[in-house]
Protein backbone atom coordinates (compact mmCIF):
# COMPACT_ATOMS: atom_id res chain seq x y z
CA UNK A 1 0.00 0.00 0.00
CA UNK A 2 2.52 2.44 1.07
CA UNK A 3 4.77 1.54 -2.12
CA UNK A 4 1.73 1.99 -4.27
CA UNK A 5 0.89 5.62 -2.76
CA UNK A 6 4.50 6.64 -2.92
CA UNK A 7 4.54 5.34 -6.73
CA UNK A 8 1.54 7.24 -7.45
CA UNK A 9 3.66 10.40 -5.84
CA UNK A 10 6.18 10.05 -7.92
CA UNK A 11 3.89 8.94 -11.33
CA UNK A 12 2.17 12.38 -10.54
CA UNK A 13 4.97 14.43 -9.82
CA UNK A 14 6.90 12.96 -13.23
CA UNK A 15 3.61 13.74 -14.72
CA UNK A 16 3.06 16.96 -13.89
CA UNK A 17 6.73 18.46 -15.28
CA UNK A 18 5.72 16.04 -18.52
CA UNK A 19 2.87 18.30 -18.51
CA UNK A 20 4.50 21.67 -18.50
CA UNK A 21 6.23 20.53 -21.57
CA UNK A 22 3.39 19.08 -23.31
CA UNK A 23 1.32 22.26 -22.62
CA UNK A 24 3.80 24.58 -24.78
CA UNK A 25 4.25 22.06 -27.30
CA UNK A 26 -0.05 22.11 -27.36
CA UNK A 27 0.25 25.40 -27.52
CA UNK A 28 2.19 26.28 -30.14
CA UNK A 29 0.62 23.32 -32.30
CA UNK A 30 -2.76 24.42 -31.66
CA UNK A 31 -1.81 27.98 -33.46
CA UNK A 32 0.26 26.87 -35.76
CA UNK A 33 -0.54 23.12 -36.31
CA UNK A 34 2.46 21.77 -36.45
CA UNK A 35 4.93 19.87 -34.24
CA UNK A 36 7.51 21.90 -32.99
CA UNK A 37 10.31 19.30 -32.17
CA UNK A 38 12.81 22.08 -31.41
CA UNK A 39 10.92 22.19 -28.39
CA UNK A 40 12.76 19.99 -26.41
CA UNK A 41 15.65 22.66 -27.10
CA UNK A 42 14.51 25.06 -24.97
CA UNK A 43 13.80 22.49 -22.19
CA UNK A 44 17.89 22.19 -23.05
CA UNK A 45 18.19 26.38 -23.01
CA UNK A 46 16.42 26.74 -19.71
CA UNK A 47 18.74 23.91 -17.87
CA UNK A 48 21.99 25.18 -18.93
CA UNK A 49 20.99 28.60 -18.01
CA UNK A 50 20.22 27.84 -14.91
CA UNK A 51 23.40 25.48 -14.51
CA UNK A 52 25.70 28.23 -15.22
CA UNK A 53 23.60 30.98 -13.55
CA UNK A 54 24.19 29.03 -10.48
CA UNK A 55 27.45 27.44 -11.25
CA UNK A 56 29.30 30.50 -12.84
CA UNK A 57 27.85 33.53 -11.88
CA UNK A 58 26.98 32.02 -8.48
CA UNK A 59 23.41 32.92 -8.65
CA UNK A 60 20.89 31.48 -6.05
CA UNK A 61 18.20 29.04 -7.38
CA UNK A 62 15.41 31.94 -7.88
CA UNK A 63 17.56 34.01 -9.23
CA UNK A 64 19.19 31.52 -11.71
CA UNK A 65 15.72 30.13 -12.89
CA UNK A 66 14.03 33.43 -13.42
CA UNK A 67 16.97 34.04 -15.52
CA UNK A 68 17.12 30.53 -17.53
CA UNK A 69 12.98 31.29 -17.88
CA UNK A 70 13.39 34.55 -19.43
CA UNK A 71 16.58 32.92 -22.13
CA UNK A 72 14.10 30.09 -22.83
CA UNK A 73 11.32 32.41 -23.60
CA UNK A 74 13.49 34.43 -25.43
CA UNK A 75 15.43 31.43 -27.52
CA UNK A 76 12.00 30.35 -28.25
CA UNK A 77 10.93 33.34 -29.56
CA UNK A 78 14.03 33.98 -31.68
CA UNK A 79 13.65 30.04 -32.88
CA UNK A 80 10.18 31.11 -34.54
CA UNK A 81 11.00 34.56 -35.87
CA UNK A 82 14.43 33.16 -37.44
CA UNK A 83 12.91 29.37 -38.96
CA UNK A 84 9.20 29.60 -38.98
CA UNK A 85 8.44 33.05 -39.47
CA UNK A 86 9.96 33.17 -42.60
CA UNK A 87 8.23 29.94 -43.78
CA UNK A 88 5.11 30.72 -42.48
CA UNK A 89 4.95 33.66 -44.46
CA UNK A 90 4.92 32.45 -47.82
CA UNK A 91 3.65 29.21 -47.44
CA UNK A 92 0.49 27.56 -45.55
CA UNK A 93 2.22 24.14 -45.75
CA UNK A 94 2.82 23.63 -42.32
CA UNK A 95 4.57 19.81 -43.12
CA UNK A 96 7.79 22.52 -43.64
CA UNK A 97 7.20 24.41 -40.21
CA UNK A 98 7.67 20.62 -39.46
CA UNK A 99 11.04 20.02 -41.02
CA UNK A 100 12.27 23.24 -40.14
CA UNK A 101 11.64 22.34 -36.37
CA UNK A 102 13.72 19.00 -36.69
CA UNK A 103 16.62 20.95 -38.25
CA UNK A 104 16.36 23.92 -34.94
CA UNK A 105 16.55 21.13 -32.80
CA UNK A 106 19.41 19.35 -34.44
CA UNK A 107 21.15 22.69 -34.66
CA UNK A 108 20.66 23.73 -31.06
CA UNK A 109 21.63 20.87 -29.32
CA UNK A 110 25.11 20.65 -31.84
CA UNK A 111 25.68 24.49 -30.58
CA UNK A 112 25.56 23.29 -26.68
CA UNK A 113 27.58 20.00 -28.09
CA UNK A 114 30.20 22.22 -29.64
CA UNK A 115 30.11 25.13 -27.01
CA UNK A 116 29.97 23.54 -23.67
CA UNK A 117 30.35 19.91 -24.52
CA UNK A 118 28.42 16.31 -24.39
CA UNK A 119 29.09 15.51 -20.69
CA UNK A 120 26.88 15.24 -18.67
CA UNK A 121 26.90 17.67 -15.79
CA UNK A 122 25.12 17.87 -12.08
CA UNK A 123 23.15 20.41 -11.16
CA UNK A 124 24.14 21.75 -7.76
CA UNK A 125 21.73 20.26 -4.74
CA UNK A 126 19.77 23.45 -5.34
CA UNK A 127 16.49 21.34 -4.83
CA UNK A 128 15.79 19.54 -1.49
CA UNK A 129 16.17 15.86 -2.41
CA UNK A 130 15.34 15.02 1.40
CA UNK A 131 13.25 12.14 2.24
CA UNK A 132 9.58 13.17 3.53
CA UNK A 133 7.30 11.14 5.71
CA UNK A 134 3.38 11.63 3.99
CA UNK A 135 1.46 10.84 7.53
CA UNK A 136 3.13 7.55 7.94
CA UNK A 137 1.27 6.33 4.97
CA UNK A 138 4.49 6.66 2.51
CA UNK A 139 7.89 7.74 1.58
CA UNK A 140 8.66 10.46 -0.90
CA UNK A 141 11.23 12.74 -1.82
CA UNK A 142 10.93 16.42 -1.05
CA UNK A 143 12.36 16.72 -4.75
CA UNK A 144 8.79 15.21 -6.15
CA UNK A 145 6.54 17.18 -3.67
CA UNK A 146 8.09 20.55 -5.04
CA UNK A 147 8.32 19.80 -8.38
CA UNK A 148 4.12 18.66 -8.30
CA UNK A 149 3.17 22.09 -6.76
CA UNK A 150 5.72 23.91 -9.13
CA UNK A 151 4.03 22.16 -12.02
CA UNK A 152 0.38 22.85 -10.98
CA UNK A 153 1.27 26.56 -9.96
CA UNK A 154 2.69 26.87 -13.44
CA UNK A 155 0.13 25.23 -15.13
CA UNK A 156 -3.09 27.17 -12.70
CA UNK A 157 -1.29 30.66 -13.72
CA UNK A 158 -1.25 29.39 -17.27
CA UNK A 159 -5.03 29.01 -16.84
CA UNK A 160 -5.57 32.13 -15.68
CA UNK A 161 -3.70 33.92 -18.20
CA UNK A 162 -5.67 32.32 -20.79
CA UNK A 163 -9.57 32.68 -19.28
CA UNK A 164 -8.65 35.97 -17.47
CA UNK A 165 -6.39 38.32 -19.67
CA UNK A 166 -6.70 39.86 -23.15
CA UNK A 167 -4.36 38.36 -24.58
CA UNK A 168 -4.97 35.09 -23.28
CA UNK A 169 -8.49 35.02 -25.19
CA UNK A 170 -6.85 36.58 -28.00
CA UNK A 171 -4.62 33.13 -28.14
CA UNK A 172 -8.06 31.05 -27.67
CA UNK A 173 -9.42 32.32 -30.38
CA UNK A 174 -6.47 32.09 -32.78
CA UNK A 175 -6.28 28.29 -32.08
CA UNK A 176 -10.09 28.29 -33.33
CA UNK A 177 -9.04 30.45 -36.12
CA UNK A 178 -5.66 32.77 -36.64
CA UNK A 179 -6.69 34.65 -39.37
CA UNK A 180 -9.91 35.98 -37.78
CA UNK A 181 -8.34 36.79 -34.60
CA UNK A 182 -5.80 38.98 -36.81
CA UNK A 183 -8.84 40.58 -38.36
CA UNK A 184 -10.40 41.36 -35.11
CA UNK A 185 -7.17 43.42 -34.82
CA UNK A 186 -4.78 40.89 -33.13
CA UNK A 187 -1.04 41.41 -33.90
CA UNK A 188 -0.52 37.98 -35.31
CA UNK A 189 3.27 38.03 -35.47
CA UNK A 190 2.80 39.60 -31.53
CA UNK A 191 0.57 36.86 -30.83
CA UNK A 192 2.52 33.69 -32.10
CA UNK A 193 6.19 35.48 -30.20
CA UNK A 194 3.91 35.46 -26.95
CA UNK A 195 2.99 31.88 -27.58
CA UNK A 196 6.64 30.61 -28.35
CA UNK A 197 7.70 32.99 -25.21
CA UNK A 198 4.83 31.12 -22.91
CA UNK A 199 6.00 27.81 -24.38
CA UNK A 200 9.85 27.98 -23.58
CA UNK A 201 9.29 29.56 -20.27
CA UNK A 202 6.59 26.17 -19.64
CA UNK A 203 9.61 24.13 -20.83
CA UNK A 204 12.43 25.85 -19.31
CA UNK A 205 10.48 25.16 -15.81
CA UNK A 206 10.41 21.22 -17.24
CA UNK A 207 13.90 21.47 -17.94
CA UNK A 208 14.94 22.54 -14.40
CA UNK A 209 13.18 19.71 -12.97
CA UNK A 210 14.18 16.99 -15.27
CA UNK A 211 17.95 18.05 -15.52
CA UNK A 212 17.87 17.99 -11.32
CA UNK A 213 16.32 14.45 -11.80
CA UNK A 214 18.39 12.70 -14.55
CA UNK A 215 21.57 15.38 -14.94
CA UNK A 216 22.12 18.04 -17.66
CA UNK A 217 23.02 17.20 -21.37
CA UNK A 218 22.35 18.78 -24.99
CA UNK A 219 20.53 15.38 -25.77
CA UNK A 220 18.12 15.88 -22.21
CA UNK A 221 15.89 17.84 -24.72
CA UNK A 222 15.07 14.09 -26.47
CA UNK A 223 12.91 13.31 -23.40
CA UNK A 224 10.24 15.85 -25.03
CA UNK A 225 9.61 12.90 -26.96
CA UNK A 226 7.59 11.57 -23.97
CA UNK A 227 5.78 15.30 -23.81
CA UNK A 228 4.60 14.36 -27.34
CA UNK A 229 3.30 11.52 -26.32
CA UNK A 230 1.43 12.74 -23.94
CA UNK A 231 0.38 15.52 -25.86
CA UNK A 232 -0.92 12.80 -28.49
CA UNK A 233 -3.16 10.69 -25.96
CA UNK A 234 -4.67 13.86 -24.98
CA UNK A 235 -5.18 14.74 -28.05
CA UNK A 236 -2.76 17.38 -29.80
CA UNK A 237 -4.45 21.26 -29.46
CA UNK A 238 -5.83 20.26 -26.42
CA UNK A 239 -4.23 22.02 -23.09
CA UNK A 240 -6.56 19.87 -21.18
CA UNK A 241 -5.30 16.77 -23.16
CA UNK A 242 -2.01 17.92 -23.11
CA UNK A 243 -2.30 17.48 -18.95
CA UNK A 244 -4.31 14.66 -18.35
CA UNK A 245 -2.39 12.75 -20.86
CA UNK A 246 1.12 13.37 -19.07
CA UNK A 247 -0.33 12.64 -16.15
CA UNK A 248 -1.26 8.88 -17.42
CA UNK A 249 2.01 8.61 -19.03
CA UNK A 250 3.71 9.83 -15.43
CA UNK A 251 2.00 6.91 -13.32
CA UNK A 252 2.23 4.24 -16.04
CA UNK A 253 5.69 4.88 -16.15
CA UNK A 254 6.26 5.02 -12.28
CA UNK A 255 3.90 1.76 -11.53
CA UNK A 256 5.87 0.14 -14.04
CA UNK A 257 8.96 0.81 -12.74
CA UNK A 258 7.89 0.19 -9.31
CA UNK A 259 5.93 -2.82 -10.05
CA UNK A 260 7.11 -4.54 -13.39
CA UNK A 261 10.87 -3.46 -14.25
CA UNK A 262 12.15 0.51 -15.01
CA UNK A 263 13.16 -1.18 -18.18
CA UNK A 264 9.92 -1.69 -19.50
CA UNK A 265 8.89 1.74 -18.72
CA UNK A 266 9.24 3.22 -22.60
CA UNK A 267 8.04 -0.02 -23.54
CA UNK A 268 4.75 0.80 -21.79
CA UNK A 269 4.97 4.57 -23.10
CA UNK A 270 5.10 3.75 -26.46
CA UNK A 271 2.22 0.85 -26.07
CA UNK A 272 -0.03 3.54 -24.58
CA UNK A 273 0.63 5.97 -27.63
CA UNK A 274 -0.49 3.06 -30.13
CA UNK A 275 -3.44 2.03 -28.09
CA UNK A 276 -5.02 5.44 -28.02
CA UNK A 277 -3.93 5.58 -31.75
CA UNK A 278 -5.68 2.59 -32.91
CA UNK A 279 -8.88 3.43 -30.89
CA UNK A 280 -8.80 6.93 -30.35
CA UNK A 281 -6.94 9.03 -33.51
CA UNK A 282 -7.37 12.32 -32.31
CA UNK A 283 -6.46 11.40 -28.56
CA UNK A 284 -8.75 11.97 -25.83
CA UNK A 285 -9.40 14.83 -25.70
CA UNK A 286 -8.90 15.94 -29.91
CA UNK A 287 -10.70 18.15 -32.24
CA UNK A 288 -10.98 15.76 -35.36
CA UNK A 289 -8.83 18.07 -38.20
CA UNK A 290 -8.56 16.55 -41.84
CA UNK A 291 -4.12 16.08 -41.70
CA UNK A 292 -2.29 16.19 -38.25
CA UNK A 293 1.41 16.80 -38.65
CA UNK B 1 -13.91 63.86 -49.63
CA UNK B 2 -15.28 60.57 -49.22
CA UNK B 3 -15.19 58.85 -45.77
CA UNK B 4 -13.90 55.09 -47.79
CA UNK B 5 -12.09 55.67 -50.53
CA UNK B 6 -10.69 52.69 -52.57
CA UNK B 7 -8.69 54.08 -55.51
CA UNK B 8 -7.46 51.40 -58.45
CA UNK B 9 -7.27 48.64 -56.51
CA UNK B 10 -6.14 45.82 -58.48
CA UNK B 11 -5.31 41.80 -56.76
CA UNK B 12 -3.86 38.94 -58.03
CA UNK B 13 -3.47 35.27 -56.58
CA UNK B 14 -0.60 34.27 -58.36
CA UNK B 15 -1.66 34.50 -62.53
CA UNK B 16 -5.05 34.82 -61.80
CA UNK B 17 -6.61 38.99 -61.93
CA UNK B 18 -9.16 38.31 -58.85
CA UNK B 19 -9.70 42.83 -59.13
CA UNK B 20 -9.00 45.22 -61.87
CA UNK B 21 -8.30 48.66 -61.09
CA UNK B 22 -11.47 48.87 -58.96
CA UNK B 23 -12.45 52.28 -57.19
CA UNK B 24 -15.63 52.56 -54.87
CA UNK B 25 -16.31 55.87 -52.85
CA UNK B 26 -18.56 55.55 -49.76
CA UNK B 27 -19.72 58.70 -47.88
CA UNK B 28 -20.12 59.19 -44.08
CA UNK B 29 -23.38 57.47 -42.94
CA UNK B 30 -24.11 55.88 -46.78
CA UNK B 31 -25.02 52.44 -47.25
CA UNK B 32 -23.18 51.22 -50.43
CA UNK B 33 -23.47 47.70 -51.43
CA UNK B 34 -20.91 45.98 -54.22
CA UNK B 35 -23.32 43.50 -55.95
CA UNK B 36 -21.79 40.48 -58.30
CA UNK B 37 -22.21 36.75 -59.00
CA UNK B 38 -19.98 33.99 -57.43
CA UNK B 39 -16.02 34.40 -58.07
CA UNK B 40 -16.86 38.66 -59.26
CA UNK B 41 -14.40 39.77 -56.56
CA UNK B 42 -16.54 40.77 -53.84
CA UNK B 43 -14.85 38.75 -51.13
CA UNK B 44 -11.60 39.74 -52.48
CA UNK B 45 -12.43 43.30 -52.28
CA UNK B 46 -13.62 42.84 -48.62
CA UNK B 47 -10.23 41.46 -48.13
CA UNK B 48 -8.12 43.54 -50.06
CA UNK B 49 -9.22 46.27 -47.95
CA UNK B 50 -8.78 44.53 -44.65
CA UNK B 51 -5.45 44.07 -45.65
CA UNK B 52 -5.57 40.50 -45.74
CA UNK B 53 -5.14 39.47 -49.03
CA UNK B 54 -1.96 41.40 -50.79
CA UNK B 55 -3.29 44.69 -52.80
CA UNK B 56 -1.14 44.63 -56.09
CA UNK B 57 -1.98 48.44 -56.93
CA UNK B 58 -3.87 50.53 -55.84
CA UNK B 59 -4.43 52.23 -52.42
CA UNK B 60 -7.59 52.67 -49.85
CA UNK B 61 -7.87 55.84 -48.06
CA UNK B 62 -9.78 56.53 -44.40
CA UNK B 63 -10.90 60.14 -44.07
CA UNK B 64 -8.08 60.65 -46.36
CA UNK B 65 -5.46 58.65 -44.58
CA UNK B 66 -3.63 56.24 -46.26
CA UNK B 67 -4.93 52.63 -44.67
CA UNK B 68 -2.64 50.60 -43.21
CA UNK B 69 -1.48 47.24 -45.12
CA UNK B 70 -1.35 44.82 -42.22
CA UNK B 71 -4.91 43.95 -40.53
CA UNK B 72 -4.15 44.53 -37.22
CA UNK B 73 -3.64 48.07 -38.37
CA UNK B 74 -6.91 48.50 -40.36
CA UNK B 75 -9.03 47.56 -37.81
CA UNK B 76 -6.85 50.15 -35.47
CA UNK B 77 -7.82 52.83 -37.88
CA UNK B 78 -11.33 51.92 -38.05
CA UNK B 79 -12.54 49.77 -40.29
CA UNK B 80 -14.21 46.15 -39.26
CA UNK B 81 -15.31 43.46 -41.22
CA UNK B 82 -18.00 40.63 -40.81
CA UNK B 83 -16.51 37.91 -42.87
CA UNK B 84 -18.11 35.66 -45.40
CA UNK B 85 -19.41 32.64 -43.77
CA UNK B 86 -19.72 34.81 -40.54
CA UNK B 87 -16.54 32.62 -38.91
CA UNK B 88 -16.98 33.23 -35.36
CA UNK B 89 -15.21 31.47 -32.58
CA UNK B 90 -16.89 28.48 -32.06
CA UNK B 91 -15.19 27.93 -28.81
CA UNK B 92 -15.74 30.70 -27.23
CA UNK B 93 -18.92 32.42 -25.46
CA UNK B 94 -20.72 34.78 -27.54
CA UNK B 95 -19.76 37.20 -24.98
CA UNK B 96 -15.97 36.38 -25.47
CA UNK B 97 -16.76 36.47 -29.28
CA UNK B 98 -17.62 40.33 -28.32
CA UNK B 99 -14.70 41.14 -26.48
CA UNK B 100 -12.64 40.40 -29.17
CA UNK B 101 -14.50 42.34 -31.47
CA UNK B 102 -13.53 45.31 -29.35
CA UNK B 103 -9.67 43.89 -28.74
CA UNK B 104 -7.89 47.01 -30.27
CA UNK B 105 -9.58 49.18 -27.33
CA UNK B 106 -8.85 49.67 -23.91
CA UNK B 107 -11.35 51.88 -23.09
CA UNK B 108 -13.51 49.49 -20.69
CA UNK B 109 -16.48 51.59 -19.60
CA UNK B 110 -17.05 52.57 -23.50
CA UNK B 111 -16.68 48.94 -24.39
CA UNK B 112 -19.25 47.95 -22.08
CA UNK B 113 -21.48 50.52 -23.10
CA UNK B 114 -21.01 49.46 -26.74
CA UNK B 115 -22.06 45.66 -25.56
CA UNK B 116 -25.05 47.35 -24.34
CA UNK B 117 -25.95 48.52 -27.62
CA UNK B 118 -24.76 45.49 -29.39
CA UNK B 119 -27.24 43.69 -27.04
CA UNK B 120 -29.68 45.91 -27.76
CA UNK B 121 -29.49 45.83 -31.44
CA UNK B 122 -29.64 42.09 -31.36
CA UNK B 123 -31.19 41.00 -28.34
CA UNK B 124 -31.01 37.05 -29.34
CA UNK B 125 -27.67 37.43 -28.22
CA UNK B 126 -27.94 39.06 -24.74
CA UNK B 127 -29.95 35.75 -24.58
CA UNK B 128 -27.26 33.35 -25.33
CA UNK B 129 -23.95 35.72 -24.32
CA UNK B 130 -22.58 32.61 -21.95
CA UNK B 131 -23.42 30.07 -24.32
CA UNK B 132 -20.87 28.86 -26.68
CA UNK B 133 -20.95 30.30 -30.11
CA UNK B 134 -20.98 27.20 -32.27
CA UNK B 135 -23.70 26.63 -30.48
CA UNK B 136 -25.95 29.35 -32.26
CA UNK B 137 -28.21 28.93 -35.28
CA UNK B 138 -26.75 29.92 -38.52
CA UNK B 139 -28.57 33.49 -38.49
CA UNK B 140 -27.43 33.55 -34.81
CA UNK B 141 -24.08 33.42 -35.85
CA UNK B 142 -24.37 36.08 -38.44
CA UNK B 143 -25.80 38.48 -35.97
CA UNK B 144 -22.77 37.20 -33.95
CA UNK B 145 -20.73 38.35 -36.05
CA UNK B 146 -21.82 41.62 -37.40
CA UNK B 147 -22.47 42.31 -33.54
CA UNK B 148 -18.86 41.71 -32.80
CA UNK B 149 -17.35 43.78 -35.89
CA UNK B 150 -19.26 46.68 -34.10
CA UNK B 151 -17.58 46.28 -31.32
CA UNK B 152 -14.62 47.37 -33.04
CA UNK B 153 -16.62 51.16 -33.14
CA UNK B 154 -15.34 50.87 -37.25
CA UNK B 155 -16.37 54.24 -38.64
CA UNK B 156 -17.28 51.81 -41.56
CA UNK B 157 -18.56 48.61 -41.10
CA UNK B 158 -17.57 46.17 -43.93
CA UNK B 159 -20.03 43.25 -44.58
CA UNK B 160 -19.11 40.21 -46.62
CA UNK B 161 -22.25 38.39 -47.75
CA UNK B 162 -24.18 38.50 -44.75
CA UNK B 163 -27.17 36.70 -46.27
CA UNK B 164 -25.38 33.73 -46.89
CA UNK B 165 -26.95 30.37 -46.37
CA UNK B 166 -30.19 32.04 -44.35
CA UNK B 167 -33.32 31.28 -44.63
CA UNK B 168 -35.63 34.32 -46.11
CA UNK B 169 -37.25 35.32 -43.25
CA UNK B 170 -33.58 35.56 -41.03
CA UNK B 171 -32.19 37.58 -43.81
CA UNK B 172 -35.15 40.26 -43.68
CA UNK B 173 -34.72 39.90 -39.73
CA UNK B 174 -30.48 40.53 -40.49
CA UNK B 175 -31.00 43.42 -42.94
CA UNK B 176 -33.92 45.71 -41.16
CA UNK B 177 -31.44 45.24 -37.92
CA UNK B 178 -28.54 46.40 -40.63
CA UNK B 179 -30.42 49.54 -41.41
CA UNK B 180 -31.05 50.38 -38.06
CA UNK B 181 -27.45 50.37 -37.25
CA UNK B 182 -26.81 52.62 -40.20
CA UNK B 183 -29.67 54.80 -38.97
CA UNK B 184 -27.37 55.05 -35.53
CA UNK B 185 -24.49 56.77 -37.98
CA UNK B 186 -22.81 53.36 -39.16
CA UNK B 187 -21.72 53.61 -42.05
CA UNK B 188 -21.82 50.52 -43.91
CA UNK B 189 -20.36 48.82 -47.35
CA UNK B 190 -21.37 46.01 -48.02
CA UNK B 191 -20.94 43.13 -50.67
CA UNK B 192 -23.81 40.60 -51.89
CA UNK B 193 -24.83 37.86 -53.99
CA UNK B 194 -28.13 38.36 -52.92
CA UNK B 195 -28.86 41.56 -55.13
CA UNK B 196 -32.10 42.27 -54.89
CA UNK B 197 -31.98 42.44 -50.86
CA UNK B 198 -28.46 44.97 -51.09
CA UNK B 199 -29.91 46.83 -53.67
CA UNK B 200 -33.13 47.63 -51.12
CA UNK B 201 -31.31 48.38 -48.51
CA UNK B 202 -27.98 50.70 -49.89
CA UNK B 203 -28.10 54.01 -51.57
CA UNK B 204 -26.27 53.40 -53.53
CA UNK B 205 -24.64 50.34 -55.48
CA UNK B 206 -21.84 49.21 -57.95
CA UNK B 207 -21.75 46.10 -59.87
CA UNK B 208 -18.60 43.94 -60.04
CA UNK B 209 -17.84 41.54 -62.97
CA UNK B 210 -15.37 39.14 -62.86
CA UNK B 211 -13.44 41.88 -61.17
CA UNK B 212 -13.98 44.56 -62.83
CA UNK B 213 -16.88 47.51 -61.91
CA UNK B 214 -19.20 47.91 -64.35
CA UNK B 215 -22.14 49.55 -63.49
CA UNK B 216 -22.79 51.97 -60.59
CA UNK B 217 -25.65 54.63 -59.32
CA UNK B 218 -28.16 54.91 -56.50
CA UNK B 219 -30.02 52.01 -55.61
CA UNK B 220 -32.92 52.99 -57.23
CA UNK B 221 -31.46 53.27 -60.42
CA UNK B 222 -29.80 49.90 -60.78
CA UNK B 223 -32.87 48.35 -59.60
CA UNK B 224 -35.35 49.71 -62.23
CA UNK B 225 -31.68 49.23 -65.03
CA UNK B 226 -32.92 45.79 -67.47
CA UNK B 227 -29.30 44.62 -67.58
CA UNK B 228 -29.18 44.49 -63.81
CA UNK B 229 -32.76 43.28 -64.00
CA UNK B 230 -31.62 40.21 -66.30
CA UNK B 231 -28.48 39.51 -64.63
CA UNK B 232 -28.71 39.90 -60.98
CA UNK B 233 -32.13 39.96 -59.94
CA UNK B 234 -33.83 37.63 -62.79
CA UNK B 235 -37.38 38.27 -62.04
CA UNK B 236 -36.33 35.43 -59.19
CA UNK B 237 -37.92 35.82 -55.36
CA UNK B 238 -35.42 38.07 -53.27
CA UNK B 239 -33.72 34.80 -52.00
CA UNK B 240 -31.73 32.34 -53.30
Redesign the interface.
Given at each position: MGTLLQQIINGLSLGSVYALIAVGYSLVYSILLFSNFAHGSFLVIGGYSCYFALKTLGMNIWLAGGLSLIAAGVSAILTERLAYKPIRERTNVTLYLLIASMGMSIVIENIFVVTVGGRFRALPPVIPTDPVNLFGLATTSAFDLISLVVAVICLGGLQLFLTRT?WG??I??A???L??????????SRLISLVFFVAGVLAAVGGIFLSVRYTLYPQLGGITIKAFVAAVIGGLGSLPGAVVGSLILGLAEMLTAGFISSQLRDLVVFSLLVITLLFRPTGLFGKSVGEKI | MALLDVKNLSVSYGAIRALSDVSIAVEEREIVSVIGANGAGKSTLMNAVMGMVKRDRGEVYLEGKLLAERSFQVVAQGIALSPEGRKVFAPLTVYENLLMGAFPRSDRNKIAEDMEWVYTLFPRLRERTGQYAGTLSGGEQQMLAIARALMARPRVLLLDEPSLGLAPIIIKEIFKELRRINEEGVTILLVEQNARQALLLSHRAYVLQTGRLILSGTSKELLANPEVEAAYLGGKPATH
Amino acid sequence: MGTLLQQIINGLSLGSVYALIAVGYSLVYSILLFSNFAHGSFLVIGGYSCYFALKTLGMNIWLAGGLSLIAAGVSAILTERLAYKPIRERTNVTLYLLIASMGMSIVIENIFVVTVGGRFRALPPVIPTDPVNLFGLATTSAFDLISLVVAVICLGGLQLFLTRTKWGLAIRAAAYNLRIAGLMGVNVSRLISLVFFVAGVLAAVGGIFLSVRYTLYPQLGGITIKAFVAAVIGGLGSLPGAVVGSLILGLAEMLTAGFISSQLRDLVVFSLLVITLLFRPTGLFGKSVGEKI
Amino acid sequence: MALLDVKNLSVSYGAIRALSDVSIAVEEREIVSVIGANGAGKSTLMNAVMGMVKRDRGEVYLEGKLLAERSFQVVAQGIALSPEGRKVFAPLTVYENLLMGAFPRSDRNKIAEDMEWVYTLFPRLRERTGQYAGTLSGGEQQMLAIARALMARPRVLLLDEPSLGLAPIIIKEIFKELRRINEEGVTILLVEQNARQALLLSHRAYVLQTGRLILSGTSKELLANPEVEAAYLGGKPATH
